[in-house]
């Protein structure tokens, strides 16, 4: 009998045999997905790109929502009814041809038994010709348009689901949602029955098993809610546990005295006052360095808020304290440009600044650190090396902190006992910050400085680039500088830095030739990195051409336009950082979204560029992220990718987060399934770092 509770109600038990072959549940994490029925090499690396290494990624990967029963008709009738339906037929024909930009359409004649027919449209599936032949069988469901019938889903041979009520998953054009509800179909008939329930039984929950039924293959929304909502609060239970013990500390930091005569002279070398909004984050850390608890402090704001002159007083209050401060960035590009802000207000105050990445490794410099000639080290995750020793670290700031995880970014203090402050321009909704980030007090800056202008973004396509480049030479002849974003490539930063030089030396040739056009990639050294930067900087160059490397810490006020190609294929959170990279000065500046033809484009790529043309409040838009790509990797270092929170919805379901809290609280002190339901979810954050 299914176990009910207040909460919860109307799930439909499922009858589950056991089937052959079939896995054992503490098994499954490390089953890869290869073990299915049907999924050979090409499919399981496609899917392991996609975030489903195992059998269990598969169960755990949540549909974004859920389509309507479509009504079923002839091909005939097909003029005489408006919005998507269903049609059924024979495949007569079908070919492939290429599109601009390495896409490519599928046009397949169908004709159905009331002798009608059409032409079904299929977009960047050139594989499916060979499963097309005359004769196949086929089911579709989509809308007429003036070309043919766009195909939103189909099924080859046996009809299955395709017009009925049914999950619609995250997927991408290799890996389409029909395919996925098939794997997800095979893989509970293989082993969700025996999936084990972590929670206790006294709460009278319906059955693990059965909830991951209902979510997958629900009779209808209420039925895929009541299911969702019981997955949602297994792993908010799970995850609450976590951050109780990244919470659990022992440690002492040091109690530093009040602000005095070094943060005075910061004050007063700035060339501005502090907004309201950066005093209250002042005070507010002013308070936890006080204390001998370590600060644990999320500095969050928008892009061109004013975070980093906040963390430079943090580090400066160790310093004036005959203590070391030290800042952590996760890439070498942003610890220079860090660096490089940072060690002009440094040298004025006659603070020692030293950077150390990677590359920039020097003896001297780990030397000045351990014995304290260094005041402030700037770097990457090097600062965390075993090799490097502070003298006396009391303030730590980890810049863009979620690309370090939280396992990671508490590195930095482990064993020291110092104040921490982790700070993020990719702005957290509140409700997130509050629930994920429990080990941590947040402080936002909510507003950027009164004299910066909203940047205006619009979409462009791909057919009109030439117009986007004749307004961008309007910029460069006012005497203004601009950014062009190559598209993203994989997951190859070689091959992303290819396509980058070829990308800048086709420009130089055609729509950039006569201006002055460098190059900024990630495999350039840091030399060669620095000497950029500083020929932008000085406006020795007129347009950096550049990969998202740029995406946080370049500060070039006179920089006014950017265009973003191939914008769809990029994140919204990464979209937005992007863009903050121009209207940093007192001047209008813009952001053009070069992307493929509307009617090309996902459903979720499209909401994406909206959301960015609409506005450009990063809450806002954190917002909207949420509701795009779900909550973001959590314990891990990927910024977006896949969640480590599968099912729950932030938004939706706070009073589950003040359950999830109280039974982590009631259960935190007991050994059981559920600790086991934690280990594995800090384990999947860990892997991922």
Known sequence: MTRMHPGFTGVVQHEWPRPRGWTPPQLLDARDVSSLAGVGPTLAKRLRAFGISTVRDLLDHAPRRYESAAEQVSIAKLGLIEGEVAIEGRIVSARARPLRGRRTLVNATVRDSSGGQITAQFFNQPWLVEKLTPGTQIRLRGKLSRYGFEVKSYDVGEAKRTADFAPVYPASEQIPSARLRELVRRALSDSGRFLPDSLPAELELPLYADALAALHFPSGEAEAEVGRRRLALDELVALQLVVARLRTTHAVAPSLAQPGELIERYRGVLPFAFTEHQERAITEIDLDLAQ???MQRLLQGDVGSGK???ALYALLRAVENQRQGALMAPTETLAEQHFLTLEPFCAQLGVRCVLLTGSVG????????????AQIAVGTHALIQRDVEFADLAVAVVDEQHRFGVEQRTALAENREAHVLHMTATP??????????????????????ANRKPVVTARVGAERSSEAYKRLRVHLDAGRQAYVVCPLIEQSERRLARAAEAEA?????????????????????TAERREVMRQFKEHELDVLVATTVIEVGVDVPNATIMIVQEADRFGLAQLHQLRGRVGRGGEQSYCLLISRAVEELTETAGARLDALVRTTDGFELAEADLELRREGQLLGTRQSGWSDLRFTKLRRDRDLIEQARALAVELGDEDGPWQDAADRLAAHGDAAA
């Open 292 to 294: 001998t608890t370590p």
């Open 308 to 310: 980093t002159v906040v």
């Open 428 to 449: 957290i909704p509140r409700t997130l910050a509050l629930t994920i980030y429990g080990d941590l007090a947040v402080s936002e800056i909510a507003k950027p400085p």
């Open 505 to 525: 030396e086709r420009l130089r040739r055609a729509e950039l030739q006569g201006y002055r056009v460098g190059l900024l990639h990630g495999k350039l050294k």
């Open 362 to 373: 020097a003896k001297k410099i780990r030397e000045e650190i351990a014995n304290g000639v």
